[in-house]
C-alpha cells in the first residue's frame, strides 16, 4: 500500500513538473518573439538612451538575446510553478488553509514586479549617474558592452526584486509558527540596520541615495509586521 502511495506521488510530481516544463517553452517561444520589443524599450529609457551598446565578441548580441528570452519565461513562469506547487500539496491542507495560502501566489509574482519596477527606474539611475561621474572624475573614456551593461544591471535589479517578496515570506513564516509579531519587534534594531547596509551596498555613496533605497526597505519590514500581527491575532482568535 505504501509502495502504491509513493508511486502515486511520484506520479502527480511527474504530471506536476510536465506542466511546468510546457509552459515554461512555451514562454520561451513568445520571450524568443518579444526580446527584440524588450531591448528596443531598455534601450529608449533614459537609463541607456545616451549609452552606446557595444560589442566585443560576434557572440554578445545573440547571448544577450537569449538571456533576455530566457529570463521573459523564468519570470512568467514562477507564478505558474507555485501553483502546481499547491496544487500538489492541496489535498494535505485544510480547507481554511487552502483558501488563505492560494492569494500567496498572486501576491508573491505582484511582489516582485513590483521590485523590479523599483529596483530599475529609481536604484539603477541613480548608480548609472554615480558610476559614470566616476569615470569622469578619472579621465576614463566611456565604451560599455552590452553584456556588461546588462550584467551590472540584474545584479542591481534581481536582488531589489527578492528583497521585496519580504511580506509574503513573513506572512507564511507566522502562519507555520516559527516567527511572532513580538519576535519580530524585538528584531527591529537588528532589522534596521541589516537593511541600511543592504541599502547602502547596492546605493551610490551618498545620503540622498541610501535614504532612497533604504527606507523603502524599512517601509517594507513595517508593512511585515504589520501583517504578521493581524494573522497572529487571526490565528488566536480561531484557536480560542
Known amino acids: 500500500m505504501e509502495q502504491e502511495e509513493w508511486i502515486g ?39 541607456a538612451h545616451d549609452i ?40 494535505g491542507l485544510t480547507e481554511h488553509e487552502a483558501k488563505s495560502t492560494l492569494p500567496y501566489i498572486p501576491a508573491a509574482f505582484l511582489l516582485f514586479l513590483s521590485g523590479v519596477a523599483f529596483s530599475y527606474w529609481v536604484v539603477f539611475p541613480m548608480m548609472l549617474r554615480f558610476m559614470k561621474q566616476m569615470n569622469k572624475t578619472v579621465g576614463a573614456v566611456e565604451t560599455y ?28 513564516l507566522t502562519k507555520i509558527g516559527i516567527v511572532t509579531p513580538s519576535s519580530l519587534k524585538m528584531a527591529r534594531k537588528y532589522a534596521y540596520l541589516t537593511l541600511a547596509i ?24 513595517e508593512i511585515s509586521v504589520f501583517i504578521s500581527g493581524r494573522q497572529w491575532r487571526a490565528m488566536q482568535e480561531r484557536s480560542a
Not at 148 to 168: C, H, Q, T
Open 198 to 221: 543592504i541599502g547602502s551596498c547596492i546605493s551610490p555613496p551618498d545620503m540622498v541615495s541610501h535614504l532612497s533605497v533604504t527606507v523603502p526597505l524599512i517601509l517594507l519590514f
Open 9 to 47: 506521488h511520484l506520479s502527480e510530481v511527474r504530471k506536476r513538473l510536465v506542466i511546468v516544463a510546457g509552459w515554461f517553452l512555451g514562454m520561451l517561444c513568445i520571450g524568443l518573439y518579444v526580446s527584440p520589443a524588450i531591448l528596443r524599450f531598455i534601450k529608449s529609457q533614459p537609463n
Open 52 to 91: 552606446q551598446w557595444n560589442v566585443f565578441a560576434f557572440t554578445d548580441g545573440l547571448l544577450i538575446y537569449m538571456k533576455c528570452a530566457l529570463l521573459f519565461s523564468l519570470l512568467f513562469t514562477v507564478p505558474v510553478l507555485l501553483y502546481q506547487v499547491w496544487v500538489f500539496v492541496r489535498p
Open 145 to 172: 558592452g552590452i553584456d556588461r551593461y546588462f550584467s551590472f544591471l540584474f545584479e542591481l535589479v534581481f536582488p531589489m526584486a527578492i528583497a521585496f517578496e519580504l511580506p509574503v515570506i513573513v506572512l507564511f
